[in-house]
């Protein structure tokens, strides 16, 4: 089948089916989701855009056929102001020798030994609540998770710092949002096609001359708002925070074995194949990969459990069965309904709700032969609501996530971390940290949160809560 001929999803105004609002976005995807073909279409601005609606297809594209795929370049160009070439967004070669670099720190038996410091820092947030406090949950977990990340990466102490961090953060992923449809984007990733074609067929000095400006299409010149004020700034925030965290490392020695000393250690050992600015958009994209979506999550996650009542006693009485003592290992049997609820709230509310990709060649993907350069977008939020694989999909449901029941969903029907080469490397992190701040601060504490407020979804890069979660803090004990 050709792509023309694939069944189409709604327009929402001149931006097409991708749409502006959160609404629309998910309108969008509750389509993919009722799709009964392996692939839909839409678009995007003009381009047309291929979304792959059944998990088989999915899987596909994210696993069986990786190799056929890059990530969008058009997400690169958005976020290369704030990740450059960082793990997120980096190719090819680059990519490969990043990640095996990296992959050491995120194994599950390298990862045991952060419970403890997990545990200590959601109990300093919870040290500073008082009952009958109104709080915003989206806040502190915001604040636990960049914690929790600099501890375990980068061998610094966030907590203080991480509301000026977060709102430099927020400033810019809320400009990567902004832009998500700006025409500008078009015309940069025709620059780089064309300039890479044509270096494709040259040699010498025109060669690199054609791989420099299509370098220089990466940065996002050509879009609204990118030199604003306050882009700049909050990047130039970020960068001094960082070079700062760098220089106190050098004086200190490569002793503590993170992150920061493999890459530093890397960019030592191998001088010239690892440059500053490559260690400095690593060090960015782990920070902000590794707290934004786990503090989305486990936002959602309070919200959640305070519209379920039933579940959350149980989940307390789970929590209560630990003990009063630090939670300083991670034992899965003993958390097992609290990484159920984590589990099912990452499926409700996936926080990264698409995975761009584009075809590097042809390739075949449900039975439709997909030219080279086509615009591919799975769905992880779409897959998380198919009624053929989730019953009553909607509705909060965590027993979803017992043993037996996993193992009859298709693969590519569950992708909160992605799925293939290209999976999250932080997803044994994510999924023992989310457990353990869940337990640790409803082991103190119950969250009210006003009965009669929705909290829906807002339109961001990450899927937040709109409004974020605001609780009244109240004394278990
Ligand atoms: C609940 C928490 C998390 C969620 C839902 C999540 C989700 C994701 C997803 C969906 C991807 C793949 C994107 C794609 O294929 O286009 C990804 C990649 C990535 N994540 Fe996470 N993530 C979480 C936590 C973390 C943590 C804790 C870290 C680090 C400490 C992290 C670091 C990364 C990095 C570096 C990548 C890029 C990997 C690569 O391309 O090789 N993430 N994440």
């Known amino acids: 089948m050709h792509p023309k001929e694939l069944p189409r999803v709604s327009n929402h105004g001149w931006l097409g089916s991708f749409g502006k609002t959160a609404a629309e976005r998910l309108a969008m995807q509750r389509e993919i989701a009722e799709a009964s073909t392996p692939l839909v279409r839409g678009r995007i601005l003009h381009l047309p855009l291929v979304l792959p609606a059944r998990p088989e297809a999915c899987h596909e594209v994210l696993v069986t056929k990786a190799r056929s795929f890059e990530k969008s370049p058009g997400l690169r160009v958005l976020l290369h102001e704030l990740a450059g070439q960082g793990l997120f967004t980096s190719e090819g070669e680059l990519w490969r020798r990043q990640r095996k670099l990296m992959a050491p720190i995120f194994t599950p038996a390298a990862l045991a030994g952060l419970p403890e410091m ?84 040259t040699r010498g000095w025109l060669r690199a001359k054609l791989e420099r400006t299509r370098d220089v299409f990466e940065s996002p010149f050509l879009i609204r708002g990118s030199r604003s004020r306050a882009l700049r700034g909050a990047v130039a925030l970020m960068n001094a925070r960082i070079e700062q965290l760098i220089a106190e490392r050098r004086r200190e020695g490569l002793e503590r074995p993170d992150l920061l000393t493999r890459l530093l250690a890397a960019h030592d050992a191998d001088e010239g194949s690892m440059s500053d600015t490559q260690v400095r958009d690593e060090v960015v994209t782990l920070f902000v990969a590794g707290h934004e979506t786990t503090a989305t999550s486990l936002a959602w996650s309070f919200y959640l459990l305070s519209r379920h009542p039933e579940v959350l006693q149980r989940v307390l009485a789970e929590v209560d069965a630990l003990g009063d003592g630090p939670i300083d290992h991670y034992e899965p049997e003993r958390l097992a309904l609290t990484t159920r609820v984590f589990r099912e709230a990452l499926r409700l509310y996936p926080p990264v709700t698409l995975l761009p990709r584009r075809t590097l060649e042809e390739v075949e993907i449900g039975g439709t032969i997909l030219p080279r350069r086509s615009l591919v977008f799975v769905s992880t939020w779409a897959q998380h609501r198919r009624a053929d694989v989730w019953e009553d999909p909607d509705r909060f449901d965590p027993e979803r996530f017992l043993p037996e029941r996993e193992a009859a969903r298709p693969k590519g029907s569950y992708l909160p971390f992605g799925a293939g080469p290209r999976v999250c490397i932080g997803m044994h992190f994510a999924l023992m940290e989310g457990p353990i701040v869940l337990a640790t601060l409803l082991r103190r504490f119950r969250f009210e949160i006003d009965p009669s407020r929705e909290i829906v979804e807002d339109e961001f890069a990450t899927l937040r809560p709109k409004g974020g979660v605001p609780a009244v803090v109240r004394a278990r004990r």
Do not use: C
């Open 118 to 201: 997990m545990h200590q820092t959601a109990a300093r947030a919870a040290d500073d609540m008082e009952p009958g406090q109104t709080i915003d949950l989206a806040h502190e977990t915001t604040r636990i998770a960049m914690t929790v990340v600099g501890h375990a990466l980068f061998g610094i102490d966030a907590f203080d710092e991480a509301d000026a961090l977060g709102d430099a953060l927020t400033t810019a992923l809320g400009w990567v949002n902004g832009a998500l449809a700006d025409p500008g984007i078009g015309l940069h990733i025709k620059v780089m096609d064309l300039a890479h074609d044509l270096a494709q067929r």
